[in-house]
């Protein structure tokens, strides 16, 4: 296969604009299978621990939650776009349970961008993502700052 | 099996101490199996797309990263402990790459505790985490607030 440029490049990452990510069904067995591997506190394990708890229910670890964010990112515009990684994490916020049987959708608010002083080729955009049940409730927030390529170097 | 109370309670987490996490081996295959369900970038799942990228090697999604990282917790302090889970993440910070065949080890160091004024049973931690590889690089630090119940609640 030929090289092709990717669709997004840091010129699109405009300030205001809204990004949507698609839609993911949360399944019983993967959030114990990412709990088993990564977080096995009872509350991510079992149902009747989960109930018992102040999470109500079998509930996604929170680190699953991102990492099932991250995939929704990837699938929306990261993997067809010119990102060049990213350094950190401003804040993460879990803000409601994500429990089995959910649908998470998302959206990407574009809060800043700047291009690279030292290396012109590069921009900086400040990211800031929702991420939503099936009832429009908010369950996850967080921001970061990630690295983009520009389309057309400036040759100022 | 009765019921014991955990070993680690809020009393325990006091302002400056430190607390050691195990090791954790990071397998080729953990890295792949990690990226293809959440962070597909080519990078995270190929040797060759690795070594020509910025991270020099094949190397886990930042995500994944702190994934183990809440293994290494739970299993150093946290499943022996009264925690009641944690509403957010101050911050993470990716500060280089975590490559296949990396050791990852770590320590908690304790910033802050307070006790909640609504609920006099429970406290609230400030823990800052960092974690290094094998060769005492710091490949990631990050800091969150913890609540955990106390052992003793106060009678005044």
Redesign the interface.
């Known amino acids: 296969m030929g090289e092709r440029f990717p669709r997004y490049a840091y010129e699109d990452f405009t300030v205001g604009s809204e990004w949507s990510l698609g839609s993911k069904i949360v399944s019983a067995e993967e959030i114990i299978d990412?709990a088993s591997?990564?977080?096995?506190?009872p509350f991510h394990l079992d149902e009747a621990a989960g109930k018992a708890s102040?999470?109500g229910g079998l509930a996604a670890?929170?680190?699953?939650t991102?990492?099932?964010f991250?995939?929704m990112l990837?699938d929306a515009y990261?993997?067809d776009s010119t990102?060049?990684?990213?350094?950190?994490?401003?804040?993460?916020?879990?803000?409601y349970p994500v429990l089995a049987g959910d649908t998470l959708t998302g959206k990407t608010t574009i809060l800043d961008q700047r291009l690279s002083k030292s290396k012109p080729s590069l921009g900086f955009v400040k990211m800031h993502h929702d991420v939503f049940n099936q009832n429009g409730v908010l369950v996850c927030e967080l921001e970061h700052t990630a690295m983009f390529s520009v389309r057309e170097p400036s040759t100022a």
């Open positions: 990412f591997q990564f977080d096995p506190q102040i999470l670890s929170g680190w699953h991102v990492s099932m991250m995939r990837c990261l993997l990102s060049q990684g990213a350094p950190g994490v401003d804040f993460v916020k879990w803000k």
